[in-house]
Nanobody, 125 residues
C-alpha cells in the first residue's frame, strides 16, 4: 500500500525557516518523481519543487528558487523540503505527491496519483 505522510508544518514569521518531511512507504522502485505542491486559500494548487528518486535531479518553481531546497534520504524513504527566507505568500497547505515516472519542470507537474494529507504552513508578516 502506497502512503505519503507529511510533517513539519507550522507558523513562523517572515524570514523564518521550516523543514517539511514526506515519509514514503510502499515504494520499492527508484523511477518515481516526488513533488511538493501547495495550495493557498482561494487559489489553485501549484507545484513548488520535485525530485527524481532514481538520480536526485530537481526542479523548482521560480517563486521559491534560492529559498527552498528539496532533498531525499533514500535510507529513510523520506523527502524533505527545506524552506528558508519564508514570505507571507508562502502560506498554504503543502502536499507531497508521487508519480511513477521521471520528473518534469514544475510548471508541467501533472498526473501525480499518490498524495499525502497535507501540512499547514503559515507565514506572518
Amino acid at each position: 500500500q502506497v502512503q505519503l505522510v507529511e510533517s513539519g508544518g507550522g507558523s513562523v514569521q517572515a524570514g523564518g525557516s521550516l523543514r517539511l518531511s514526506c515519509a514514503l512507504s510502499g515504494f520499492l522502485y527508484s523511477s518515481t518523481c516526488i513533488g511538493w505542491f501547495r495550495q493557498a486559500p482561494g487559489k489553485e494548487r501549484e507545484g513548488v519543487a520535485n525530485i527524481y528518486r532514481g538520480g536526485g535531479s530537481t526542479y523548482y518553481a521560480d517563486s521559491v528558487k534560492g529559498r527552498f531546497t528539496i532533498s531525499q534520504d533514500n535510507a529513510k524513504f523520506t523527502v524533505y523540503l527545506q524552506m528558508n527566507s519564508l514570505k507571507p505568500e508562502d502560506t498554504g497547505i503543502y502536499f507531497c505527491a508521487a508519480i511513477g515516472r521521471g520528473c518534469t519542470r514544475v510548471d508541467q507537474m501533472r498526473g501525480f496519483n499518490y498524495w499525502g494529507q497535507g501540512t499547514q504552513v503559515t507565514v506572518s508578516s
